[in-house]
């Protein structure tokens, strides 16, 4: 579906670990034409070069370096998925510094005209967005989601140590200080657990369609 160039649309998608947000944020986006930001892979990716330059998470001067200039080529590799990169990312997730650092990106990209961010507070950093949702589901299914994603890099890797990992990283980012893992104000819900990707797709689609009708009447399209 193409919206009008008069159009302007922003959203965000919240969750937990499996819950849902890439999948819906990745249909959305190319269902109605919006350019996807996956927050969490901006956090991957300083984990990764922090690891890999062996730098402390509060040296500021390589942060900004790092940070300054971020590439699709940086957010789309594979080596960021990898168990070590995972773990740390929740540790340095929770430093203001970096927060500080990675909101900037995310305004600049928010700024678009047809944009949605996904990740685990974009719906607070960005209140005014037109909509925003927020993913539920079951730790079992949130689990078995991602155990079958992770499967296809890493052939060792268990069930159970997946779903250690989601309800460590959920607990953790529940907790922090900055910023940490809430509902958003305002926030639509939606529980995915007994949906189908195809239940879920309708879902979402008529309340970014109703949306876009309140705003701009019938004639978005």
Known sequence: MKLKNNIKLFITCDSGAGAG???ASKYISKKYGLDLLTSGLLYRMVAKKLLDAKKNPRDFSFLKKITKNITRKDLNSIKLYSPKITGYTSEIAKLKKIRILLKNYQSKFAKKRLV???????????????????F??????AAK?????FRKINKTITLKEVKKAIRTRDLEDTKRENSPLRVPKGAVIIATSKLTKKQMF????KIVERKLFIKYGRKFK
């Open 21 to 23: 947000k890439t999948t």
């Open 116 to 134: 949605i961010i996904e990740g685990r507070d974009i719906g607070s950093l960005f209140p005014k967005a037109d909509i925003k949702f927020f």
């Open 136 to 141: 539920k589901c079951s730790i079992n299914i």
């Open 145 to 149: 989601r991602r155990f079958k994603e």
């Open 202 to 205: 309708m879902k979402i689609s």
